[in-house]
């Protein structure tokens, strides 16, 4: 079992920036790809970025290539997602995930354990 706990979310204005983290603990981080997921309202939940369980690879949905960073600390149990140039589309609750796997994948099916989501509101 992995228990994730994601924090960092607010409002934000557009342009502006902020760093989601998820802290996890139970088994062994390391052991496990994340990834960033969210839904806004009315939307479906939506792939943002992942990354290996050794940080050597990343993946990222292209709405928000060159505007996020995801990163981990493996050492810390943490994962985070540095959030820039933030437009009012980036509305949504953010969770983060974790699959037992050696890629950085892009679907939720590969994803066993969820956050409980933290919320990001982007206004103009």
């Known amino acids: 079992q992995v228990q994730l706990v994601e924090s960092g979310g607010g409002l934000v204005q557009a342009g502006g920036s902020l760093r989601l983290s998820c802290a996890a603990s139970?088994?062994?981080?390391?052991?496990?790809?994340m990834g960033w997921f969210r839904q806004g309202i009315g939307k479906e939940r939506e792939f943002v970025a992942a990354i290996s369980r050794g940080g050597g690879s990343t993946n990222y949905a292209d709405s928000v290539k060159g505007r996020f960073t995801i990163a981990r600390d493996n050492a810390k149990n943490t994962g985070y997602l540095q959030m820039n140039s933030l437009q009012l589309e980036d509305t949504a609750v953010y969770y983060c995930a974790a699959g037992r796997t050696t890629i950085a994948p892009s679907g939720a099916s590969w994803y066993d354990y969820w956050g409980q989501g933290t919320q990001v509101t982007v206004s103009s």
């Open positions: 139970g088994r062994a981080f390391d052991m496990y790809a």
